[in-house]
């Protein structure tokens, strides 16, 4: 995926932050923190790794489906393999 070496340092601070919340749950695991306040960092840590997941999805669908310059099969492998990931991320 040759595209995200041009948004390297955007994505790569993106997983440091979603990094930086689970140490911070399993910080608030490991003191005893009330489970609402844990329950309310988990959710922000997902919607972060689903906000990182659109925004790679949508790269992947510019880059490797959706490009003019593109020929046939390569758009579909690229469909494919988005499927593919679609139907992991749902199970």
Do not use: F, W
């Amino acid at each position: 995926m040759a595209h995200t070496s041009t948004n390297k340092k955007k994505l790569v601070a993106r997983v440091r932050r979603i990094a930086g919340q689970i140490g911070a749950i399993e910080r608030a695991i490991e003191s005893d923190t009330d489970c609402s306040q844990i329950l309310q960092q988990v959710a922000a840590a997902r919607g972060a790794m689903g906000g990182l997941l659109e925004e790679l999805i949508e790269d992947h669908l510019r880059h490797h489906v959706a490009h003019p310059e593109l020929s046939d099969a390569d758009r579909q492998s690229g469909a494919d393999e988005l499927i593919a990931i679609i139907r992991r991320y749902s199970k």
